[in-house]
């Protein structure tokens, strides 16, 4: 039973334009939901979060939007640039703060 | 933040053999788990790692075939008994700092 769905499983986007990657779920009962990033040969670094009770949380670049009627997060990136280039993971806790249960990723090509 | 610290950072063993791998916090820590990201796939969450306790269990992984030591705040083990070639995996070593859950670098796993 997958809990987090990430769709698309790659990416491309041109340099300067905006990247925009999906997550769906399907328990209501999530306090929060957070993004990560993962280079090749490197550990996922967290990216961004957001808390069930707001619908938009911004951090310079990047912008994560929530929508709990539809079950869908997205993580905006403007604009776009190559070192942005890596996986990204959305996550949700099994159990508040702890145990994470994770999308299956979605590879983003920023193009220069 | 948490500073992680795993080794060693890959290897390629055979099949029926162990390896253990170690993870390093650079402060304490209370909470600590280990994670794998088999090839292709997401990242999943293995077990907890408890201090002074046994080692907490998600569903379909179990304490003989990854044996964990947590012998202070700062310091975990996993051990890969037994060794297949399914188990070729990156292993990531986790750990929750104010709020947030930081990753190690990663073991990455090749089991001929």
């Known amino acids: 039973d997958q809990q987090v769905k990430q769709n698309s499983p790659s990416l491309s986007v041109q340099e300067g334009r905006i990247s925009i990657l999906n997550c769906d779920y399907t328990?209501?009962?999530?306090?929060?939901f957070l993004w990560y990033k993962k280079y090749p040969a490197e550990g996922p670094t967290f990216l961004i979060s957001?808390?069930?009770?707001?619908d938009k949380n911004e951090d310079g670049r990047f912008t994560v939007f929530l929508n709990k009627s539809a079950k869908h997060l997205s993580l905006h990136i403007v604009p776009s640039q190559p070192g942005d280039s890596a996986v990204y993971f959305c996550?949700?806790?099994?159990?508040?703060?702890?145990?994470?249960?994770f999308g299956a990723g979605t590879i983003l090509r920023v193009k220069s | 933040s948490a500073v992680i610290s795993q080794k060693p950072s890959r290897d390629i063993c055979q099949r029926g053999t162990s390896l253990t791998i170690q993870c390093q916090v650079d402060?304490?820590?209370?909470?600590m788990f280990w994670y794998r990201q088999q090839p292709g796939q997401s990242l999943t969450l293995i077990a907890t790692?408890?201090?002074?306790?046994?080692?907490?269990?998600e569903s379909g992984f179990v304490i003989d075939k990854f044996p964990i030591s947590r012998p202070n705040l700062t310091f975990s083990t996993l051990t890969v008994s037994n060794m297949s070639p399914e188990d070729s995996s990156i292993y990531l070593c986790?750990?929750?700092?104010?709020?947030?859950?930081?990753f190690g670098p990663g073991t990455r796993l090749t089991v001929l």
């Open positions: 986790s750990v929750v700092s104010t709020y947030t859950q930081y």
């Open positions: 328990n209501s009962m999530f306090d929060y």
């Open positions: 957001i808390s069930s009770i707001k």
């Open positions: 996550a949700v806790p099994k159990e508040y703060g702890n145990k994470l249960v």
């Open positions: 402060s304490q820590v209370t909470m």
């Open positions: 790692a408890n201090q002074g306790s046994e080692a907490t269990y």
